[in-house]
């Protein structure tokens, strides 16, 4: 993710991302690191529903 989509998905600017990176490099670090997370599970809800209805349809 570039710094200007996390600024939109934040609400923020890319500039205030970029100072940020300087001032609190942890704070951005668990940022994306938790954008990452919730990636991965929404990926993982979503193959988790395909394989449900991959089940209920064997079971027919």
Known sequence: MTDEELAK???TTRQSIG???TEYPER???LRQGLALDETIKATEKYLDELKKLKEKANK
């Open 28 to 30: 951005i670090r668990l």
């Open 9 to 11: 998905l934040i609400g």
């Open 19 to 21: 100072r940020w990176k």
